[in-house]
């Protein structure tokens, strides 16, 4: 609270992103969130931006309306203030740059958050992932593979999860000489299990080979990983990263295996670029699009040379031949970068996910989160910008996998049981610091932490939530005909992510929902499904029989999975939350009534930010389309003339 | 001219045909008049039939004795079919070259085609201009319907019957058309029931390069102001265009002349460029190489999402200046039957609803593409694999297509048609069986043709009920608003149905597509059980007491 120098300052004007329209209001700021109230007595829009959410702010020059104050957040809102009083402007102002940059953990909001649960509800939620019981589901432990203990303290790696799986005749020896011999200690371990032909995924960071440097453990370490597959005598080892950058590690003693030195192997570059690159064509990119009057040529030139969708590319087309090692030659493959856990954790979760139906389900797809990024170190403190830190650490690895995953929704409708709403929610999370999932940069940091013992689980939150993020089209049976997805890789098969990037632009997206709809329709048909049951037994107490639901059209086998769990359903909402779920149904814009046709009146029902989204604040056309500024907009239209 | 005379070969056993996404067929290949037919030999179901009028471009090529024809669709698609035996193959090529490309229409299969099915409802009776006048006598008794064109003499691209200013006297309309391109003088082209407003459409005014007026021609364009009101010309050209024009005879509305009207300049390209920029997405599409940067920079160098977003912005730009400004519209371009169709069409998709619903929209078709002559004949004659001179080739059509499903996208349940009503106007709009999009304009497919009486009309054919099935978009919901779609570029999409539509498998699509129908016809199963087990509880709830 010390770092607050103004709570409130009143007559504070909202500029629109994209328009010249502007609405007014009181900017407060509390310890944790900066909130717009509209003054606008009927529709009042509320905007709610939490400080771990802002990735800058800025001040601009003096205007004769006010100072300007433009804040952009991490979940790709943009917001334009104009604050009358320029002492106002810069009292916010330096109060949101201490609080945008906690310097410790505990100031972090997950630390504070409250939503009304007990303890045992919160520990609970805690229990919901289990690696161990992942593991077993694979088919691991099994005759060739074992869990190890070499790392029960983390005395081997500390940014390893304590529990590791290794083939059986690795032993101690060759495990602590091949972890020497790889960066940061990463020795080579198992991620994923493809039972079917007993092909393993294995993951590691980069070995400390230099020119001519080698390790015999950790040559048999590999050796061991091939000799645990009985399909081939070979196993892949791919460096995802571009020849070159391995070529310039290795001057400084690390670099990639000599074919010559381990036996069988099969060596492969699949050059996704580093996090540096990435993080500079997602700034690229979010430029583009933030351009106000953006032309068809400047946004797709943008598009190019930001080269956002040429990495996204390549980490499928990474994550496609692994998938194709593993399931069509039976091989097992080893992946690694440098570190191994940016590039290496995308292509490893996003092989699974192409491999394994189980990943594709709400619940699956967290134990994969919680499996490849969680528990294997991606720095998501760093990553995230979680503290103050280095700006060069900051980089969208997470967000690039995410986005990754999306593109498959959109080649496979009926693979996935949840929607895109559910990748953006855990976007929006995994910045927020309002869980503890994501907390600090590694499992051994999270426990010293005490995050568990301290914070609540992102994913009990999302599965109370989970029927906002079910995808209508689901066929589970789907995961039976398909396991393994061949998504087409052609560069016009991927598209540019405007949910996500524009998830607060509200103007450029569809009026109407298909998702929405569909999920409005099969809840109704639950509902309905049970209305008739009920309806059925009545009558037949009245002796009338009638057979069970003789609808021509049955529900197809594609029926919705069970409901979560008592425990999750059981649990409240926060009470920001269920404040905003009161807005939804009441605040519907008068534009939005004119609009929209009932039961269609937006295309989400949750986010992270203010409710009022939901409302159509303003009419969509670029050449302007209230009744006012239309004629504003036609002047203009003969200047140009 | 028979037929029989351009097929050398009729008929070639053990061709191999090569079709993306689908396993090969190996059949007999045989030419007809019309099509070209591949039919595999161990059962009947495989079979290709294909219009050679739905042939853009063919390709040979030769490997030892046998040879290879690639066959290039107007409807985008590329079939491979290796045919044994040089010979052959030569002639089967040539003949398909001189089938492909039969300079009579009346030699085109709509007049051979027998429907196979019965017509209850003729197509061409459907939507007649006196009908929809009746409509309009309902909400306004200032416009009639004139018959000043009865014989095409006027206006050669106009329909016989046209809707001016009640007060502008068949004289008036004989000079207005002297003054405007192609005799197009000034018609109705929408009536705004909510405000009464209204939109024309005509040719580019006449004025060349002294400035020349024509005082009947702002009367009868003054005659549709409300008093004291302001109205809006929209001239789809950029103004150095207009300017242009002028040297060549025509030109634009000069302020000193229409002092009520103000106007406005829009950059919507010409035919020529269209074409070019449909030919280069085409190729990009089809480009199988896996850089995202080539694909990138193709599409953008093919411009076609920037025509897409200008003819848009101009469609919503007429539709505001009617809805929200409340003013009268009046576009032209240079001749009137290209860009200014898609701009009046498309402005009255987002203002009226009924141009939302099926029925509704082939009347729009009908009503400001057919009727208001736009010269299909010319701009379908070739599609994206054309090459060498051009004579009018555009897909003006296929571009106003295109902006209905960019509409269509953005308010999936406001229409009751879904994608694939659109695609099937495309492909019947180059190569069809139906009379439909045949010739240049009303006075063609009436009078030189006689379409009615001698072929078939697309909407006999696709108004029955089981074709209709296939088109219905089930997420529907009628409703009355006008709607504005974004055209920022971030909202604005290549159009996979059309352009990647034979570049990739589309089964997941359609499944998903099938599970989406499911779930709406499974919803209404429902509530006809709930409501009738609700019935039968009452009932049996009366009984009792």
Redesign the interface.
């Known amino acids: 609270m010390e770092h607050i120098r103004t709570s409130k300052v009143e007559q504070v004007r909202l500029l629109d992103r994209f328009s010249n329209k502007s609405t007014t209001g009181t900017l407060h700021l509390t310890a944790t969130h900066l909130i717009f109230v509209e003054s606008n007595s009927t529709s009042a829009q509320e905007i709610w931006i939490l400080h771990h959410h802002i990735a800058s702010v800025e001040k601009l020059s003096l205007t004769t309306s006010g100072c300007p104050l433009v804040i952009q957040c991490r979940n790709f809102r943009m917001v334009h203030f104009v604050v009358p009083r320029e002492r106002d402007c810069h009292d916010v102002y330096s109060s949101l740059l201490r609080l945008l940059r906690p310097e410790s953990y505990d100031e972090l909001y997950a630390f504070s958050y409250n939503p009304k649960q007990n303890d045992r509800q919160r520990e609970e939620g805690w229990q919901l992932i289990d690696l161990a019981a992942e593991f077993e589901r694979m088919g691991v432990p099994c005759d060739q593979w074992q869990l190890t203990d070499v790392n029960r303290d983390y005395k081997v790696c500390e940014t390893y999860p304590r529990d590791l799986y290794v083939p059986i005749t690795a032993s101690k020896p060759i495990i602590m000489g091949s972890s020497k011999f790889r960066s940061k200690g990463r020795f080579p371990v198992l991620t994923y299990f493809y039972q079917e032909k007993k092909a393993a995924v294995c993951r590691s960071s980069q070995p400390l080979s230099g020119f001519s440097a080698r390790c015999l453990e950790d040559e048999h370490m590999l050796q061991a990983v091939s000799k645990a597959n009985p399909n081939t005598r070979y196993i892949y080892v791919i460096d995802t990263r571009p020849k070159l950058n391995a070529l310039a590690n290795r001057a400084a003693g690390k670099g990639y295996e000599n074919e010559d030195n381990y036996s069988n192997i099969r060596f492969q570059f699949v050059g996704i670029e580093n996090i540096h690159v990435m993080r500079s064509s997602l700034q690229k990119l979010q430029e583009v699009v933030g351009t106000r009057a953006l032309s068809v040529t400047d946004y797709l030139v943008g598009l190019e040379n930001s080269g956002w969708l040429r990495h996204v590319k390549a980490i499928v087309d990474a994550a496609i031949f692994l998938t194709r090692a593993v399931t069509v030659e039976g091989a097992s493959v080893l992946v690694h970068c440098s570190d191994g856990w940016d590039r290496t954790a995308q292509v490893c979760s996003l092989g699974s996910l192409l491999m394994d139906p189980y990943y594709r389900t709400i619940k699956g797809f967290m134990v994969l989160i919680e499996k490849d990024w969680i528990s294997f170190g991606h720095k998501f403190a760093d990553r995230c910008d979680q503290l103050d830190g280095d700006p060069k650490e900051v980089s969208p690895i997470f967000t690039q996998f995410l986005e990754c995953v999306w593109q498959l929704t959109e080649q496979f409708p009926q693979a996935f049981q949840f929607s895109e709403w559910f990748l953006i929610q855990i976007h929006e999370h995994v910045h927020s610091c309002q869980f503890g999932n994501f907390l600090g940069n590694s499992q051994r940091q999270r426990e010293e932490l005490q995050v568990k013992e301290k914070t609540h689980s992102l994913w009990a939150h999302l599965l109370s939530g989970q029927q906002n993020y079910l995808n209508p089209l689901y066929c589970p049976s789907y995961g039976y005909t398909n396991p393994v997805l061949e998504p087409s890789t052609l560069p016009c098969h991927f598209k540019f992510w405007r949910n996500m990037y524009h998830q607060f632009d509200r103007p450029m997206h569809p009026r109407q929902s298909i998702l929405k709809q569909a999920l409005t329709l099969k809840e109704n048909n639950r509902e309905l499904e049970s209305i008739a049951q009920n309806l059925q037994a009545k009558l037949q107490k009245l002796g009338v029989s009638t057979s069970p639901l003789e609808v021509r059209l049955s529900p197809r086998e594609c029926a919705l999975p069970p409901r979560p769990k008592s425990l999750i359903l059981g649990a409240p909402f926060s009470r920001k939350e269920v404040h905003q779920e009161d807005e939804d149904e009441l605040v519907e814009g008068e534009e939005a009534r004119e609009d929209i046709p009932v039961g269609s009146d937006g295309d989400r029902t949750v986010e992270g930010g203010s409710a009022t989204e939901n409302g159509y604040g303003e009419l969509p056309l670029s050449c302007g389309s209230k009744p006012e500024p239309a004629m504003g907009k036609l002047e203009l239209c003969l200047k140009s003339m | 001219m028979e037929f029989a005379e351009l097929i050398k070969t009729p008929r070639v056993d053990g061709v191999v045909l090569h079709r993306p996404f689908l396993p090969l067929v190996e059949g007999t290949l045989c030419l007809t008049g019309h099509h070209l037919i591949l039919s595999s030999r161990q059962d009947n179901t495989e079979e290709l039939w294909l219009l050679h009028a739905d042939i853009d471009f063919i390709e040979k090529r030769f490997v030892g004795s046998s040879g290879t024809i690639i066959v290039k669709c107007k409807d985008l698609r590329i079939i491979q079919l290796d045919i044994p035996g040089m010979e052959e193959c030569l002639n089967i090529a040539s003949s398909i070259e001189a089938l492909s490309t039969l300079d009579s229409v009346s030699l085109m299969y709509p007049f051979f085609y027998r429907p196979m099915f019965e017509v209850i409802e003729d197509g061409w009776n459907l939507f007649l201009p006196e009908e929809s006048f009746k409509d309009l006598e309902s909400m306004t008794d200032e416009w009639r319907l004139s018959e000043v064109n009865r014989d095409f003499s006027i206006c050669p691209s106009y329909p016989p019957l046209v809707v001016v200013p009640k007060d502008t006297d068949d004289d008036t309309l004989l000079k207005v058309a002297s003054f405007r391109h192609g005799g197009r003088f000034p018609v109705l082209s929408y009536y705004h029931k909510k405000n009464g407003m209204v939109m024309m459409r005509a040719g580019q005014p006449l004025i060349g390069p002294n400035g020349r007026r024509c005082k009947e021609d702002e009367k009868l364009i003054n005659a549709t102001l409300r008093a004291g009101k302001r109205g809006?010309i929209i001239d789809t050209r950029a103004?150095a265009v207009a300017q242009q024009a002028k040297a060549r005879g025509g030109g634009f509305e000069q302020e000193a002349n229409y002092p009520q009207w103000?106007?406005?300049?829009k950059t919507i390209e010409r035919y020529s460029v269209l074409q070019d920029s449909l030919i280069k997405l085409v190729e990009?599409?089809n480009d199988?190489?896996?850089?995202?940067?080539?694909?990138?920079?193709k599409?953008?160098a093919s411009?076609w999402?920037?025509h897409?977003?200008e003819i848009l912005?101009t469609a919503?730009?007429a539709a505001?200046?009617i809805d929200?400004?409340g003013a009268t519209v009046l576009v032209h371009g240079t001749e009137g039957t290209d860009s200014t169709l898609q701009v009046t069409s498309l402005a009255q998709i987002l203002l009226d609803p009924s141009c939302r619903t099926i029925r509704g929209f082939q009347a729009l078709v009908e009503r400001e593409w057919l009727q208001a002559g736009h010269p299909f004949q010319h701009r379908c004659a070739q599609s994206a694999y054309s090459s060498g001179k051009l004579h009018g080739e555009a897909p003006i059509f296929l571009l106003f297509l295109d902006c209905t499903w960019q509409i269509l996208?953005?308010?999936?349940?406001?229409f009751e048609f879904n994608e694939n009503f659109l695609v099937l106007l495309f492909e019947h709009a180059y190569a069809t069986q139906f009379g439909t999009f045949l010739g240049n304009s009303a006075a063609e497919r009436s009078a030189t043709l006689k379409l009615p009486q001698k072929t078939v009309s697309l909407w006999s054919w696709v108004n029955r009920p089981q074709e209709m099935e296939g088109f219905v978009n089930p997420?529907y919901?009628?409703?009355s608003?006008v709607?504005?779609?974004?055209?920022?570029?971030?909202?604005?999409?290549?159009w996979e149905g059309v352009f990647?539509r034979w570049?990739?498998?589309s089964k997941?699509?359609d499944?998903?597509y099938e599970?989406?129908v499911?779930?709406?016809?499974?919803?209404k199963?429902?509530?006809?059980?709930?409501n009738s087990?609700?019935r039968?509880?009452a009932q049996?709830e009366t009984e009792?007491i």
């Not at chain 2, 199988?288 to 920079?297: A, F, G, I, P």
């Not at chain 2, 499911?518 to 919803?523: A, G, K």
């Open positions: 809006y103004t103000r106007r406005i300049h990009a599409c199988q190489s896996h850089s995202m940067d080539r694909w990138l920079s599409l953008e411009n999402l920037s897409i977003k912005t919503c730009l505001q200046c929200r400004e996208r953005q308010f999936p349940c406001s997420l919901e009628p409703n608003l709607i504005w779609p974004s055209v920022a570029p971030q909202s604005l999409q290549l990647l570049n990739r498998s997941c699509l499944e998903a599970e989406m499911h779930i709406i016809e499974y919803n199963e429902l509530q006809k059980k709930v087990l609700r039968q509880l049996l009792e």
